[in-house]
């Protein structure tokens, strides 16, 4: 391992945050900060791009094109028989447009905790958040991390949850889904309290500024008309069944593994559209959803894909194993260390469920032999790898906003306070308590 | 003896459901094509087709197979075709195309510009710069000549398409996908079968001007005008205006980066490739932009034409991956691998069957890049073990596959001819069929006729 590759690796992901808020390409951005990591890491440019980038790149198209691609035309559909907006309707309508706004990220946290892949819960209640926001009047570029801060962060590292962050950390280290659930609660409930607060401000501030909800090419297919509404004005019940079939088919389980595959369960949820809704959908417009549905789930996964190819890129030398081998040695209080540990590689990867597969097997067992429960180690990798993962270059990220037609310019900087730093926070949180508990 | 043999095992596979399925699935795939279902679509409901009739799970296709040859295809060639997207947008931004078409219009005169439109577009393509991006930079000068000369628009996107999909993306050693990717399935270097290649080029050539200037003529003895009659005029005049207006490379700094990627493309050194594709047409890329940095806006304005690159490249990446994604469906099926041992035992010359497989496919899907990178990995492969040279098959192949491609459902003609020409498929489609069907098909049967005459095959 060499200093040079080391510095190469972060000065890669400086440039990385750095060229994408400034509004750089996605794909230019990702070839060339692995390009810098290539050079700096004494790796073969063309060879590493062609194998270890690419062959990154497409595993993740290999697994979810598919999904996307269905996912778009069930939200696609779903718009056209009117079911979502009589889904936001009822909703904007019960709770008023503020709070209809905050329990948001709330429901998508609710679906995520209980098990819903988040790529799925994106795509099945996506028009209903669109008609939300519409309803509330709040500017679009906030939908990326409503949905993120919703299914990213405290959901996905609670005590209990099937989603693969939890599910990693805790068998990794031996121990049960549960476990320090009281902590972990602890921990969770300080990231929605800061994270709801600052996601209010943001939305507040921006209206004061006179923003307001926006249109773009994105969005406007998840849109309807007003002579389509007009049109079409399916019954309440028969509004939110798809949306229920769909999520129930998804998380179906028989004897502990999922009945459907994904993309199974996607097509039971389109079918049921149609079974439904078959009066209200309008078949001529049927070939173009089935168009843009593809386009827009090929750029979709292949912005995710660029990403992943860097991240592939950086794992693959060598000093990233050796860097991470090092940080147990460092003088810092175990606890500490952990985070920091946990954050680092979260960061070099922008992933929170693969950092904590690396931290948690790898290093889990050099902080028990210092004398930490396994339970609170696990706790502490899944809570505070909820952090530093949403880093431009997390995949989720950079889908939701190639998916909603903004810009990092715009829409990242509500994801660094709601979404890095708010895990972060609580995570500090959640030591203080730990240690008044103790 | 033998034939009999083929034959019987032919007529056992006609029999069979599973083959059935497979060539109904072809059928359903040109219907959805033509009828412009988008290509991931189309190939998705032939995979349906094809595992219904071979009894195969959809399921364990599209989530094994069809995705694994769809990203097969991606991680192979993402970073050629991005090179390739960024090469053509630096050579539009930096004017080196415009410079290239107009210098050559001008070389040849006004008498025999008409002529140099076609070479123009031809010469472009050849150096690798796409036909989606030269359409933008010649359609005005090509829509000036017309309307100076009064002959009818339908025929423009028969000229244009000529020049950018027939003998220019053929040859040997360009760059073009459809040449790297044939090459590259078999293995074989950028100018492999150079023979092949340069005979067809030569026939398509004085056939297609030929037939081409023929045309014009009839047009002018039956007094057809650039207009028909109740057709809307569309000016070209202000992009003509603006054009020229614009501060151009000389033409010999506007051929350079042509020369330096064809070039650095093709040495070799001991039958290795000193550059590989990416960055030989990366190279070409960078040192367009060099040149005219000044002209492009700096380097400010560089990189966001890499971005424009990428997301031209990820359209074209898709398209054949989803035929690729499908053909490794088919290739899944018994019935497949029956027809793969009937081959050889069945008589006929190969290379008149690659060419006849390849149009073949090139039929159903539009696309010539797409058609040879299904058939040189299967047939290609076969006639290779059988003893005939990978590089006269590669070739065969490549020029094979630049005469059905334009069908109507091709991407490009669809483009030109409701997009740049204003004109139906009624009146414009016919030349193009002729000019770039017809010609390219009759120049690959003489050239494989002589390859077999002089012993080159």
Known sequence: MSAISIFGIFLAIALMVLLLVKGLNIYITALLCSIVVCITSRLGVYETMTTTYMQNFVSFLQSWFLVFFLGAILGRVMTMTGATHVVAELIVKALGPRWAMLMLPIAVGALVYGGINAYVGIFAIFPVILAVFKEADAPARFIPVMYLFGSGTFANCGPGTPQILNVVATQALGVDPMAKAGLGFIGIGAIIVIGLLWYNYFINKAKADGEHFELNDKLAPYEMTEEEKARVKPGKLLSFLPLIITLVAVNIKVGGSNLFHLEEALIIGIISVFVLH??????????????????????????????????????????????????????????????????????????????????????????????????????????????????????????????????????????????????????AIMCLASLVLL | MARDGGNFILWGLLMSTGLLGCILALAVLVFLCVKKVHIVVSTLIAVFVVCIFNGMSFYSEITGDYIEGFVSFVQSWFLVFFAGAFFGEMMDKSGSAQAIANGLVRAFGEKYSL?????????????????????????????????????????????????????????????????????GALGVGATAGWQIGLVTIAVTLILGIAWGMWMFKRAKARGEHYLSENAVDYSYEDQAKQNEERELPSFIVALIPLIVTVVSLNITVGGQQIFNNFYAIALGAFVCALLNLKRIGGIAK?????????????????????????????????????????????????????????????????????????????LGDIYVKMGVPAATVARTIVVSAVGFDSVPHNGGIVNYIFGFAHEDYKSAYPAVFALSVVVPCIAALAAIAAAYLFGFA
């Open chain 2, 302 to 378: 560089v990189v966001p034409g890499l971005g424009e690159g990428v997301k031209n490249a990820l359209n074209i990446v898709a398209a054949t991956s989803a035929i690729t994604g499908f053909a490794t469906v088919v290739k899944a099926t018994t019935a497949f691998s029956l027809i793969v041992e009937a081959i050889p035992s069945m008589q006929g010359s190969p290379l008149l069957t690659l060419f006849l497989a390849t149009n073949v496919m090139c039929a159903i899907t539009g696309t010539a890049t797409g058609a040879a990178n299904m058939v040189a990995p299967i």
């Open chain 1, 278 to 427: 078959w009066k209200n959908i309008d078949k001529s417009k049927l070939p173009n959803v089935l168009q843009e549905s593809a386009v827009s789930a090929l750029t979709m996964a292949c912005s995710t894909c660029a990403v992943l190819g860097f991240a592939g890129v950086v794992k693959s030398t060598a000093a990233f194993s050796a860097f991470i081998d090092m940080i147990p040695s460092f003088p810092l209080p175990p606890t500490l260390s952990l985070i920091i540990a946990t954050n680092i590689v979260c960061m070099i990867t922008g992933a929170a469920s693969g950092s904590a597969a690396i931290v948690a097997p790898l290093l889990g067992s050099i902080y028990t032999g210092m004398g930490m429960d396994p339970a609170w180690v696990a706790r502490l990798i899944a809570v505070s790898a909820t952090g530093c993962d949403s880093v431009p270059h997390n995949g989720s990220i950079a889908a939701y906003i190639n998916m909603t037609g903004q810009t990092y310019k715009k829409a990242y900087f509500p994801v660094f306070c709601m979404c890095l730093v708010t895990p972060l926070i609580a995570t």
């Open chain 2, 115 to 183: 002529i140099a439109i076609p070479l123009a577009i031809g010469l472009l393509c050849y150096g690798g710069v796409n036909g989606f991006v030269v359409v933008f930079a010649t359609w005005p000068m090509l829509d000036r000549v017309f309307r100076k000369l009064d002959l009818p628009r339908r025929l423009m996107p028969a000229w244009f398409q000529f020049g950018a999909g027939t003998f220019s993306n053929c040859g040997p050693g360009t760059p073009s996908s459809l040449n790297l990717v044939a090459t």
